[in-house]
Nanobody
Framework: QVQVVESGGGLVQPGGSLRLSCTVSGLDPHSHGLGWFRQVPGKERGPVSCRSGDGSSYDVDSVKGRFTISTDGSKNTIYLQMNSLKPEDTAIYYC???????????????????WGNGTQVTVSA
């Protein structure tokens, strides 16, 4: 049974940093593309970042230069390092496992087969 569990969310001031973690069990996440999504109330869940099995990574324009997706090879853990946070980054953040090794056409949710339950990130003074 595959389990995906996010952690690390919380309240942070604008300009601050947070690191989200996503622990995966039941499969080798390094054999899949790995993604982070986020959702605010009243809006559809949208893509943030994707990391291919070969280490290539992709980000949406709104987080480029601020967010970094990475993995820990010795642990089945995926990270999202978030720096220079803005109030508009406030959302529930979800970790997801793709149905392929690469991040080709990585935006649509239906290309991800396993999801966590999310962790809340609030950016506010």
């Amino acid at each position: 049974q595959v389990q995906v569990v996010e952690s690390g969310g919380g309240l942070v001031q604008p300009g601050g940093s947070l690191r989200l973690s996503c622990t995966v069990s039941g499969l080798d996440p390094h054999s899949h593309g790995l993604g982070w999504f986020r959702q605010v109330p009243g809006k559809e869940r949208g893509p943030v970042s994707c990391r291919s099995g070969d280490g290539s990574s992709y980000d949406v324009d709104s987080v480029k230069g601020r967010f970094t997706i990475s993995t820990d090879g010795s642990k089945n853990t995926i990270y999202l390092q978030m720096n220079s946070l803005k109030p508009e980054d406030t959302a529930i953040y979800y970790c997801a496992i793709r149905n392929s090794y690469y991040c080709y056409l990585w935006g649509p949710q239906q290309t991800y087969i396993y999801w966590g339950n999310g962790t809340q990130v609030t950016v506010s003074a």
